[in-house]
């Protein structure tokens, strides 16, 4: 066996430098802290790594990722079972625990890596479904891994075979062997076979070791860490702030510039297409795909160049490629190794906007609107307190004391369609008896739209006006109609010191119909289907509140759409998107709308003004002759309040 020990050190020696080389690259990123909460960390690294719930959310390829998963480990113990028993003579492998576990418990797994190896290769090379990557090397760890698995019950059978092992059949595989190659082979061909294998063997195994750390097979160890590293906070809040008194660049246009788990996100990407499978831009037809993007960082950061530029050295991260995000978060959501896709696009946006002034012109012209008029509705005549019509609301002054502020939004207030829901929801607010007010004109963007876009100068400058007109009224609690103001709150306004308290106005009606402050008079007689907005569900885990509400209205569920809760489809109004004119043939609205159109509800539902607005008009395109309604959960609650039809 002393040989077998001289080969191994040279073998972990060639993958520990293969680790360090991936690893180096880390260390020219800027710092970031990933090692708070590790109670919380561990708890996720159950869920994600070792259970792989987002892994097994793919039936076919969860399947058999989850055969090759736990068979990689028990064969991997079974190994380190035998070398402590027979290498360092320590007497485990006896009685039942070798019956049991060593022999029939490992045989059944060893089998089931066996088929879940062949399970991958029958996907990859008859399937072919394009969110895979296909590389030579892919098809090479699928052939070795095969390769190890099945001379092990080769050499298993033959040592059975060739001792008259009476404890072979509890190994069902390696038994079965022995029969088919006692007939075959004498005792002496046996032994043979049986050494010349085991060195075949062992020697595939120590190559593929050593291997293993320069190719995708390094995520076996890498992915678990960055599931570990992964962000914690909500999606919503993943955004780092920009220090604008010690940076020389704003924004990320190199690799240096990034921090260094953004590095480590790269090396964790496994190739399995997730995100851009589930990414709308790209299911619309448009060029982004975030795998891509993580790829080609990955290939760039391999190149050993930290400060090379990024932006344009390859399609994936042109300039068109990164206009078209909707920052939905779908490919955060999506990735079961918590990589993180859309801080890296908000990041390189950044440089395009504030070192280098290179941007849709549409969205030029909603960023310039922000800052000269706090709104981005460039050429609107409507004001903020149009929407309030007849309805007797205060406006929170100084000197003023309310319960709630009423935040109306930017798009609630300013667009007529969905001025409709701002007054539905004032409405249920003052018949619930809610002492809440609002600030009318003073009322200004919170800036979301400079964030998203990239500009995050004018984010912070408007997010400190905001913060310091409310604390001098003494605002404590928010409600908000907007998904996207209520996220501005809740997770990036305290970092700028904004602490308040804030709830969406389907989370707030909800707690009000619970208390008995707001009693429906009967339900709606319609079939309604939720569409979950990106800000409340995915960026901010808000999933039942709305349905709640619908639910009270017409006094059953909502209908569920095939894309719902954390994998609903982006309405295509996030990012700036819903600035900006979009191919008629590219439109992700019109693929939500066709999605809701054929749930058959005559409703679709809404929860945020964005949604109402892309949604609305596509539902319109798509309905054809059968007429189907879009309505905030406001409006449909207020409608079974106030028994309206």
Known sequence: ????????????????????????????????????????????????????????????????????????????????????????????????????????????????????????????WWFRPPALVYTKEASLILALLFVIGATGFLIEGWRIAATNDPWGAWSPVGNVIAKISRPLFSEDALLILHRSFWWLHMGTTFAFLAWAPYTKMAHVLLSPANIYLGNLD?????????????????????????????????????????????????????????????????????????????????????????????????????CPVSIEQLPKIIDLRRHLVMDQAEFPEMMQDALGSLENRGHPFRGTQATRLDWVGDLDIPEWGEGQTYDVLYWVGCAGALVERNQKTVRATAQLLKTAGVRFAILGRDEKCTGDLARRIGNEFLFETVAKENIERLQSLGVTKVVTSCPHCFNTFANEYPRLGGAFEVQHHSVFLADLVRNGRLKPSRAIEETVTFHDPCYLGRHNGEYDAPRELVQISIGKDPIEMPRSRERSFCCGGGGGLSFVEEPTDQRVSHRRAAEAVESGADTVAVGCPFCMTMLEDAVNAKSGDRPVKVKDVAEILWQAVNQQA
């Open 1 to 124: 066996m002393w040989l077998m020990y001289a080969l191994l050190v040279p073998t972990l020696a060639v993958a520990a430098y293969g680790f360090y080389h991936r690893i180096k690259p880390w260390f020219v990123g800027k710092p970031l802290d990933r090692l708070d909460r590790p109670a919380q960390r561990i708890v996720r690294l159950l869920k994600l790594g070792l259970l792989q719930q987002k892994t097994i959310r793919e039936r076919y390829a969860g399947f058999f990722h989850q055969m090759i998963f736990w068979g990689f480990i028990v064969l991997f113990i079974a190994t380190t079972v035998v070398l402590i028993d027979y290498d360092f003579q320590v007497p485990i492998m006896r009685g039942a625990f070798y019956l049991y576990f060593q022999s029939f418990f490992v045989d059944v797994l060893g089998l089931l890596f066996l088929v879940g190896i062949a399970l991958a290769g029958w996907r990859r």
């Open 234 to 334: 909500p999606i919503g809040g993943s955004l780092k702030p920009v220090d604008f008194e010690s940076s020389e660049i704003f924004g990320v246009n190199s690799l240096a510039q990034f921090t260094w788990k953004d590095l480590a996100d790269l090396d964790a990407c496994t190739e399995c297409g997730r995100c851009t499978a589930s990414c709308p831009a790209n299911n619309s037809g448009k060029p982004l795909s975030p795998r891509d993007i993580i790829l080609d960082l990955q290939k760039l950061s391999r190149r050993g160049e930290p400060q090379a530029p990024l932006i344009g050295a390859t399609v994936s991260l042109s300039s068109e490629s990164l206009w078209n995000c909707t920052t939905c978060a779908a490919c955060v959501e999506a």
